[in-house]
T-cell receptor, first 110, second 111 residues
Framework: KNEVEQSPQNLTAQEGEFITINCSYS?????LHWLQQHPGGGIVSLFM???GKKKHGRLIATINIQEKHSSLHITASHPRDSAVYIC????????????FGKGTHLIIQP | DAGITQSPRYKITETGRQVTLMCHQT?????MFWYRQDLGHGLRLIYY???????DKGEVPDGYVVSRSKTENFPLTLESATRSQTSVYFC??????????FGPGTRLTVL
């Protein structure tokens, strides 16, 4: 079973700062997902990527397959970015391959 | 309403009682999932379904039963609830192994 590790577990930053959240996994994957969970509890999918880089607004996700590592970056962070960010990987072979990290709790202070 | 819904949103029950959590999606997605989310564990897969009448166990299936007689519905039943099943339960769906769409969650407390 793949292990997914996220760091940091908790992150507090000031508005406007550049944020980086890291995700590493132990076994080769088919795809990696980044999810966002707001304080109200709802979970939203931000990105799914299997190589390279994706960008959506102020959010950027990158993945390095050789190093088994992905990062989520937030540029010009804002208090509304405060949420739990979760990475999840799919190794293939059916739903058994879905493994989630424990999440990074991000707080952006005004 | 289009999307994925869960009911009830909150449930308090007693040990030993049977509880069913409902999940309904309007996209006709083939794949549906049930997860539980607990502090210190993150999201863990309970059961999944690849299509109507096809279900399989995930990481933590003990104490749970699922069925999928229709593509749009995927109920999760706790046959005899235990305190360890106190958790937040999320249903999700996807057309294939791409972006997953999550329901709003059901917060279950077992006394």
């Amino acid at each position: 079973k793949n292990e997914v590790e996220q760091s940091p577990q908790n992150l507090t930053a000031q508005e406007g700062e550049f944020i980086t959240i890291n995700c590493s996994y132990s076994v080769g994957i088919s795809a990696l997902h980044w999810l966002q969970q707001h304080p109200g509890g709802g979970i939203v999918s931000l990105f799914m990527l299997s190589s390279g880089k994706k960008k959506h607004g102020r959010l950027i996700a990158t993945i390095n397959i050789q190093e088994k590592h992905s990062s989520l970056h937030i540029t010009a962070s804002h208090p509304r970015d405060s949420a739990v960010y979760i990475c999840a990987e799919y190794s293939g072979g059916g739903a058994d391959g879905l493994t989630f990290g424990k999440g990074t709790h991000l707080i952006i202070q005004p | 309403d289009a999307g994925i819904t869960q009911s009830p949103r909150y449930k308090i029950t007693e040990t030993g009682r049977q509880v069913t959590l409902m999940c309904h999606q309007t996209w006709s997605h083939s794949y549906m999932f049930w997860y539980r989310q607990d502090l210190g564990h993150g999201l863990r897969l309970i059961y999944y379904s690849a299509a109507a009448d096809i279900t399989d166990k995930g990481e933590v299936p003990d104490g749970y039963v699922v069925s999928r007689s229709k593509t749009e519905n995927f109920p999760l039943t706790l046959e005899s609830a235990t305190r360890s099943q106190t958790s937040v339960y999320f249903c999700a769906s996807t057309r294939s192994y791409n972006e997953q769409f999550f329901g709003p969650g059901t917060r279950l407390t077992v006394l």
